[in-house]
């Protein structure tokens, strides 16, 4: 850390900056320059929220944090890249996944039906939604169980590992019982007692950027993971809010490189969310898969407007198909370059 | 809800269109201009969600809703103002709250010392985090359980009654038995299992807006807890996030006055989190006063500098004071004024 | 500035930062911790941007500003707040100036009609425009130069001094014959070619905040006047761009309050922009009022639903001998306190 | 148009807006809900504005447009592509167009070495800053007529057209006689006069988007030069401002892709200003050619960490070398598909 003293501190101001720096258990370096006095805290193992109350100390203009606050899922700390394996299914290992699926799960026929033909255009995982966030209280909130149990049958089915997302801490067991990765949805990315339950459990996990989260909070959110004991998470961008409204979200691929480059987890990118709009769905996804993202999760319906959510955003069969055809050429341009960049 | 054709909309596309808004339970006018259609969908009682998901159909260019998504937290459904009764002291009633304390609590000293001085300086509530939600797994995570016991005691003595945050629906019982007042974070604005929990329990809820949602999201979010039998909520502006990063979060007086002007629930704000600057508290504090805000929320430590959480941004014990004094002109100028502007 | 090396920086590397920070004109002072190096370039008058460029050199990470960018706007260079007099109206004396008038100058009737109004009511400037920043070539650009007569007609007439936008380097000469301050659209504050040709006019200038920009990117373009010889700067905020959509802008009052807290200059608000809702420009305008403010600027028009620009956000007279008298008692309470508070 | 009435609306209201709706010159088409009214204004060919200012009538709650604001630009208007021909170079014709060269033009030595790297890697066009938009006053502010004099000599020996920056009316005529194209910077995106200018020229644009505009400013912006008489324009995606600090700006490839799907013209990738990481720079160049953009806009210096401007994000020779090797594969595969998708 750096504490700033401004202009006009004193030397008793700075003298306590020092004093409070080695309470904290860092070795304070002091320069004083023509204007103002730096103090640079220096070491590990100190407690760093001390020096960062710093800020409100007299004399004290701002501190300047320089080492990155997170640990375990940096590349500092691991870096080589990590596979995450979902029931044989691997992320991360260089492969390009493709998680599709309908948005809510609304009947065994939509389910099923959606299954085999996101299987047969190439998917590789399935999403269906269960438990669904909703903006307002009057809107389809999901099956529930019953959800889940099509879930489970259409995974047995179909050989397709099966993505849902979880809500709340109550309903962790249930779903771990049901599906094969849980999905930490972008409105639930800091809800810490959710997060650190889901440390427990070492079940993969699908963890979303939050609409205003930064990259380093998301990456954060990550180590509450890790650090709780579950290794096994893949990061989603899913595009952030911003003051741009003909597209849902902002679907921020430059953060997705920025993330793979700071964090040895896999990456993967959500347009059907990050846009909200079908016809930039195909074009984002290449873009993803061209700057060596580690796969897509995308919303498939067979009738989007009877969809009870997200239907505007949803592709049909045929658009999903068109989809995964229209990726084949990126991604084996891909190939060797991005997994030579990227690692 | 509007539903705009696209230029070159066959009539069988608007005439599919036509017979889906009928389905769902709506009449339908349709207007055909010299470049496009439109149809509009009449009525009430029809499902919304499949008015919403036409957007995908064929034809049309995009879905406009004109009626307002909430209901209950409506003024045109409950024109008078809301007044919560947080164990004796109302919120909403003309009168303006200040709910003061520490982030955490950290100690009985910190807390008895603090509750003190802010009672001495004209604070009407207590507030003092039992559990934090922090961005960091390493940083201070809040005393829980211990930090609940001291809230009760302290209550006792004081005679303020206590505001504390809940993060998870497994501590809302034994927050319940402790505290006066729930608080519902601003991370935690759209974790809707938890509002759902939060709405059978009829306790005071302060419901922080979320640092990217808009009023309406806000709104909604409410709505969860009335429609869900609560009808104790108190809102709360904290900032959003923009670019600007001088302040932690960017103070939306403007979408504080909206929300009072839409909804019939008080509204406070938070220039703590709102700001992230002590300069800024008191003027911004003043602000909120004047456009007729129902109360603040203000962080008070004995030490900033030493605080385990928020020291950068907390008020000691003679800024409190001076935060007061400096209120009351403004709210004496707004008296009668801002009621009458506001109702 | 501080130049942080990467954890792995070899000696060379630091080094040659070390050599750098030298031919830039500065110490270096190095203080080499357990994890990674930190080089401080102290002292004055060195080469800044040099500085800057190091960000590209090998083995540095990030470089971080210490000092602010800014000078002559500076409450540090000048404590003293700066009191700008157009042409007898004096702005930042303490004293709450009060624009008004319409978007755009329309005709005669239109303008004379609003100059009485708005200074029956209390305003102290007129404000009208001639040339007009407009979103799209097909809406009205003002009527130019026969607006500038009808503007320095109306101000012989009414005695209120007149503020209007200028848009383009080549129109400054006339400008300065017709008007006695003139505006800095928030589209042009980085308009820079345009901030040197108004550097050297010596005319009072009313500076936007721009849309995207940072408290200290609007200092800076004030910066620009400053240091090309024009002292007589008063700073607008009109809103920020955020993902709020419910108001035009977000008004953001905060970092008005900044801005008088880092810079000697009257800083006034601008409610009509900053929220396009005229329910909204009271609770506003009081607040501003509340927290220091040196002015407002609010866009009144005699038939908002005809106005040729604008008319939705605008008031009637109406409405604003409404604000006026709304703003009496703030302004009486703001007295002593805030002006103590401001210096 | 449709104008929504507030519940309460009288029939008096009501009428009154159907009165104005055909002074403006459209027909009124009226919808009466359970709820609320509807007018719908149909018709081309009246006074758009006349309508928007309804918004401020007695009894309406908002005026909602439905056709999209801009005309020339529109691809309803004009199917094709654009092809902009820059002194022999097309870009849009399906090619990808790759603009290379330093931030500033700093020396003789600098600019031709540079021109010389980036032609041998590939690059089709040279950029170069003669006139620099800096956001302080006390940062380098280009070479001026000495740079443009050595852009055209460079042109001469290199054979690579050359693209600069122009920041006032007053310079386009010299800048003309030295540049192939003329580049509108994102702070300059609204400067009306300059466009005006520039519509006039018939030269070749390059007009990037500004950091706060949307899509449809950004659109009506370039309507701006069509509506002048200047059909050449190339639109350039440089990044918006979000709350994001880890990069620069945040690099909205969505909204290239949109601004292709809406619009006929031409549209490229900025990722050194998109980004402000040397690192990001392949990663999102690859995905912007992977997604259709027309060609990239790449700053490249001998040495940044001694360039006088943009150091920090500018690739050296070797850097941009890579780049351009990496793009081979992408743009390969692009091939028949984008176009295909494109148009």
Known sequence: MIINMHEGATDQEINHVIERV?????????????????????????RRHELEALAAAAGVMDVVPIAQPFKLVSRQVKPQRTVVNVSGVSIGDGSFA???????????????STAKAVKAAGATLLRGGAYKP??????????????????????????????????????????????????????????????RRLASTKK??????????????????????????????????????????????TLDLASLALARE???????????????????ITPMSRAAAALGADGLMVEVHPCPERALSDGPQSLDF????HLMRSLAEPLRANGTASAAAAD
Not at 176 to 187: E, F, I, K, T
Not at 218 to 246: D, H, M, Q, S
Not at 318 to 321: A, R
């Open 22 to 46: 080695r309470e904290a258990g860092y070795q304070a370096h002091v320069t004083r320059g023509t204007e103002r006095a730096i103090v640079a805290a220096v070491g590990s193992g100190g």
């Open 262 to 280: 700071l964090s040895h987890l896999p990456v993967i990118a959500d347009p059907s969310h990050g846009t909200g709009r079908p016809t930039l």
């Open 134 to 195: 909703r903006t307002s209280p009057y809107e389809f909130q999901g099956l529930g169980l019953e959800a889940l149990r099509l879930l489970r049958e259409v995974r047995e089915q179909s050989g397709l590992p099966v993505v849902t997302e979880v809500m709340s801490t109550e309903d962790v067991d249930v779903i771990c019982d049901h599906a094969d990765m849980l999905q930490v949805g972008a409105r639930n990315m800091q809800n810490f007692a959710l997060l």
């Open 204 to 249: 993969p996990i699908l963890l979303k950027r939050g609409p205003s989260a930064s990259v380093k909070e998301w990456l954060l959110a990550a180590e509450y993971l890790l650090a709780g004991g579950n290794p096994n998470v893949v990061l989603c961008e899913r595009g952030i809010k911003t003051f741009e409204t003909e597209t849902r979200n």
């Open 318 to 321: 045929t658009g999903f198909s």
């Open 98 to 112: 493709v998680i599709a699926g309908p948005c809510s799960v609304e009947s065994r026929e939509q389910l099923f």
